[in-house]
């Protein structure tokens, strides 16, 4: 499961790749606008916040759709439709608010901070090597 995490200070989004069982143990069963602390997947001391997601097949996630199955809705809104001209409506596939083992990325945003910037945690190691040499 790919983790998208949103820094809204700097503006800045950086992916990070879950295992299995961690994503699993921190992200299964909750839903949109749920918090989450992040220690698990190695981030101490963060809090995020779950705002979307897409399942395998690219289906976006709605927080107005209760549970976690695929359903076809009338939406005229994003996410998962944007109409050209006001008062469009379609029929369009959409996943449910609950996070389940189908959704293949989970976008969050932080809410709170840990000591060090996500910068700094998401640095490639090519960076690191060069600023120590």
């Given at each position: 499961?790919?983790?998208?995490?949103?820094?809204?200070?700097t503006?800045?989004?950086?992916?990070?790749?879950?295992k299995?069982?961690?994503?699993?143990?921190?992200?299964?069963?909750?839903?949109i606008?749920?918090?989450?602390d992040?220690?698990?997947?190695?981030?101490?001391?963060?809090?995020?916040?779950?705002?979307?997601?897409?399942?395998?097949?690219?289906?976006p996630?709605?927080?107005?759709v209760?549970?976690?199955a695929?359903?076809?809705?009338?939406i005229?809104?994003?996410?998962?439709y944007?109409?050209?001209?006001?008062?469009?409506?379609?029929?369009?596939?959409v996943?449910?608010?609950?996070?389940?083992?189908?959704?293949?990325?989970?976008?969050?945003?932080?809410?709170?901070?840990g000591?060090?910037?996500?910068?700094?945690?998401?640095?490639?190691?090519?960076?690191?090597?060069?600023?120590?040499?």
């Amino acid at each position: 499961m790919q983790i998208v995490i949103s820094d809204s200070k700097t503006g800045k989004a950086y992916k990070l790749e879950g295992k299995d069982a961690e994503a699993n143990a921190l992200f299964i069963g909750k839903r949109i606008g749920d918090v989450v602390d992040a220690d698990i997947i190695g981030l101490g001391g963060y809090v995020l916040e779950i705002t979307g997601g897409t399942d395998m097949q690219g289906t976006p996630m709605r927080k107005d759709v209760a549970g976690s199955a695929r359903k076809r809705i009338l939406i005229t809104n994003p996410p998962g439709y944007n109409p050209k001209e006001q008062g469009k409506r379609r029929r369009k596939s959409v996943r449910g608010n609950e996070i389940s083992t189908e959704i293949s990325q989970v976008n969050v945003v932080v809410k709170e901070y840990g000591r060090k910037s996500p910068a700094d945690i998401f640095a490639p190691p090519a960076a690191e090597a060069a600023e120590g040499a």
